[in-house]
């Protein structure tokens, strides 16, 4: 849903419709998660509920996860070799 909204703003309606295999309920339900933690805004338009990625708490997410770059960059490898481990070299 983020990644649809990096292309600019949507309605509800819109998202659906980028979105195969999700119902209008179900993208409505994300859609009020993500405002309520503040990824996404919401603007009346004629009637309509216009949504649109708030770069402010994207960036706060990235605040957050900048604390756990080091694990991931200290170990970059390491999904590979689980993988190959656990799968006997098949990903």
Known sequence: MLDALTEGER??????????????PTVSRHLRVLREVGLVEVR???GRRIYALRADGLAAVDTWLERYLRFWSAHPDA???HLHDTHGGTE
Do not use: F
């Open 79 to 81: 999904l590979e070799r």
């Open 44 to 46: 009346p338009d004629a």
């Open 11 to 24: 309605t509800a309606g819109g998202l659906v419709a980028t979105l195969p295999g999700l119902t209008q």
